[in-house]
């Protein structure tokens, strides 16, 4: 598919079909088919990348020149409503103030900030470059959603591990390692998409189209500092991650341990009875106590005897 936005009448215009001519200064390919990556470029005159060339992680082949088009190749993330995170590349063109997008799959980011452009269409200039940066800080925008929103998750976690609301209530560790697991997935992409990004915007900076311009690049430093803000935000919730983790293992081991104390401590109340059944059920011909009249009774007592005395030891030992 190809998506065009012009340039028209002082104004930044979506066609509603495709429009290739001067005043085109947005072409956005979304999962573009052969016949339509050679019509656009025999139009620009420049080599659009497939989707197996966008996936190498190579930094040559990411963040490049070529026949006077910057190409700029970044990995962004993607959360589905009950999906795993996944990551896919997107490349970004500039070349003869036009900016062309290259993707293969549909992103959040791209449909919110077309929404949020769709606002602003009216008596509103954008230049490639404008829309380039916009699409930058929206991404990072997003980025920044998503940690926030990981932030919140490891503080429900740890409220439920930490805080009982209601007494003797049982924790489902199972689902609290699941919601652990898919923020740490999630976390992790999310610093990989900011460590592309990350190079992108230096590799822009050192840019000549970008270095005669001061606005431009007060604006592109400043993504560059958000960038690393929110890298470094990203890095504490990786921390944050871990402690969760760890103690909702050690829960888990405490539980475990108390489970087996409870089985330890009726086998050892049930010893000292057990060891007197034993005396009494060997087939001995000459066992006097088998003619008392009050054996029976008498060898029931000194077994409960035996557990009572095992009790009270423990007790007093607090193990119990």
């Given at each position: 598919?190809?998506?065009?936005?012009?340039?028209?009448?002082?104004?930044?215009?979506?066609?509603?079909?495709?429009?290739?001519?001067?005043?085109?200064?947005?072409?956005?390919?979304?999962?573009?088919?052969?016949?339509?990556?050679?019509?656009?470029?025999?139009?620009?005159?420049?080599?659009?990348?497939?989707?197996?060339?966008?996936?190498?992680?190579?930094?040559?082949?990411?963040?490049?020149?070529?026949?006077?088009?910057?190409?700029?190749?970044?990995?962004?993330?993607?959360?589905?409503?009950?999906?795993?995170?996944?990551?896919?590349?997107?490349?970004?063109?500039?070349?003869?103030?036009?900016?062309?997008?290259?993707?293969?799959?549909?992103?959040k980011v791209f449909s919110v900030f077309?929404?949020?452009?769709?606002?602003?269409?009216?008596?509103?200039?954008?230049?490639?470059?404008?829309?380039?940066?916009?699409?930058?800080?929206?991404?990072?925008?997003?980025?920044?959603?998503?940690?926030?929103?990981?932030?919140?998750?490891?503080?429900?976690?740890?409220?439920?591990?930490?805080?009982?609301?209601?007494?003797?209530?049982?924790?489902?560790?199972?689902?609290?390692?699941?919601?652990?697991?898919y923020n740490g997935d999630l976390l992790?992409?999310?610093?990989?998409?900011?460590?592309?990004?990350?190079?992108?915007?230096?590799?822009?900076?050192?840019?000549?189209?970008?270095?005669?311009?001061?606005?431009?690049?007060?604006?592109?430093?400043?993504?560059?500092?958000?960038?690393?803000?929110?890298?470094?935000?990203?890095?504490?919730?990786?921390?944050?991650?871990?402690?969760?983790?760890?103690?909702?293992?050690?829960?888990?081991?405490?539980?475990?341990?108390?489970?087996?104390?409870?089985?330890?401590?009726?086998?050892?109340?049930?010893?000292?009875?057990?060891?007197?059944?034993?005396?009494?059920?060997?087939?001995?011909?000459?066992?006097?106590?088998?003619?008392?009249?009050?054996?029976?009774?008498?060898?029931?007592?000194?077994?409960?005897?035996?557990?009572?005395?095992?009790?009270?030891?423990?007790?007093?030992?607090?193990?119990?």
């Open positions: 598919m190809i998506i065009t936005y012009l340039n028209q009448d002082n104004a930044l215009k979506k066609s509603e079909n495709y429009v290739l001519n001067e005043s085109t200064i947005w072409i956005d390919l979304f999962n573009i088919s052969d016949d339509e990556e050679r019509l656009v470029e025999s139009f620009l005159g420049i080599d659009v990348p497939t989707l197996e060339e966008v996936k190498q992680i190579e930094v040559s082949r990411r963040l490049y020149v070529e026949n006077e088009a910057l190409y700029i190749t970044t990995v962004q993330l993607t959360v589905a409503e009950s999906d795993v995170p996944t990551t896919h590349s997107i490349t970004f063109i500039l070349h003869k103030h036009r900016l062309i997008t290259v993707r293969y799959t549909e992103l077309v929404n949020k452009l769709g606002k602003q269409l009216i008596n509103c200039y954008y230049t490639a470059d404008d829309i380039f940066l916009e699409l930058f800080r929206s991404i990072v925008e997003r980025l920044s959603d998503i940690l926030v929103s990981i932030r919140e998750e490891i503080d429900s976690c740890s409220k439920r591990i930490f805080t009982k609301s209601i007494p003797n209530e049982k924790v489902e560790y199972r689902e609290v390692l699941e919601r652990i697991g992790s992409k999310s610093r990989e998409s900011l460590v592309s990004l990350m190079r992108a915007v230096h590799h822009v900076l050192q840019s000549s189209d970008f270095c005669c311009d001061e606005q431009k690049m007060i604006c592109l430093k400043t993504i560059f500092t958000d960038i690393n803000s929110i890298s470094d935000f990203a890095h504490f919730l990786s921390g944050e991650l871990n402690f969760i983790l760890d103690a909702t293992l050690g829960m888990i081991a405490i539980e475990q341990n108390d489970i087996i104390r409870i089985f330890s401590i009726v086998a050892v109340l049930f010893l000292p009875p057990t060891l007197i059944a034993s005396i009494y059920g060997m087939n001995f011909d000459f066992m006097p106590e088998l003619k008392y009249h009050y054996g029976y009774p008498i060898a029931i007592l000194l077994m409960l005897l035996s557990i009572f005395l095992t009790y009270k030891f423990f007790k007093n030992k607090k193990w119990m």
